[in-house]
């Protein structure tokens, strides 16, 4: 069982009937930057939310709108004969609108939550209302930690590595 204990019941109150659907469970499974989608897309709706109640926005929308803003139920990947850049490009332009159509096809979206999904690739995407400016906001500033821990953790294990190879070579 996952541990939901760090978000809040108005939080948990709007976002369950959608992480607890079979579908979004699915995004468990896919990776994304250091972890996976389903808790990049909880990171970020919580942030979001936690922005939009403070400015007395729709958290309703912006919760349900940031959740399901990667529903896009697809590993990226990174073929060793494809041009990285236009891969990352190709998925960033197409995930927005993939993620929608797979939002419509199990939940009911307004304009709102619609336009944070669709345009939350800032500047592929120009966000119109407030809460989709939120929802941009959290997941490129989430995306920039979740990249950092990961760069972070590439140079502690290459700095372990070359210390426990100095170190071995003084004990020879």
């Known amino acids: 069982m996952e541990n939901l204990s760090k978000y809040d019941n108005c939080f948990l109150d709007?976002?369950?009937?959608?992480i607890k659907h079979e579908e979004y469970q699915k995004?468990?499974?896919?990776?994304?930057?250091?972890g996976c989608v389903y808790d990049?897309?909880?990171?970020?709706?919580?942030f979001s939310?936690?922005?939009a109640h403070r400015f007395g926005l729709d958290v309703e929308s912006t919760?349900?709108?940031?959740?399901?803003?990667?529903f896009y139920l697809y590993k990226f990947k990174k073929g060793k004969d494809k041009n990285i850049l236009m891969e990352g490009y190709r998925h960033s332009r197409n995930h927005p609108?993939?993620?929608?159509?797979?939002?419509?096809?199990?939940?009911?979206?307004?304009?709102k939550e619609i336009d944070i999904i669709q345009n939350h690739m800032f500047p592929l995407g120009f966000p119109r209302s407030s809460e989709a400016w939120i929802t941009t906001l959290a997941d490129k500033t989430l995306a920039i930690a979740e990249y950092s821990s990961r760069l972070r953790s590439y140079?502690?294990?290459?700095?372990?590595?070359?210390?426990?190879?100095?170190f071995n070579k003084e004990s020879e």
Not at 27 to 34: A, G, T, W
């Open 14 to 18: 709007v976002a369950a009937p959608i």
């Open 27 to 34: 995004m468990k499974h896919i990776p994304h930057h250091h």
């Open 40 to 46: 990049h897309c909880l990171d970020v709706a919580y």
């Open 49 to 51: 939310y936690k922005i």
């Open 63 to 70: 919760i349900r709108g940031a959740l399901l803003h990667d």
């Open 97 to 111: 609108q993939i993620a929608i159509d797979n939002a419509l096809k199990y939940f009911q979206l307004n304009d």
């Open 155 to 166: 140079f502690q294990l290459k700095y372990y590595r070359i210390a426990y190879a100095t």
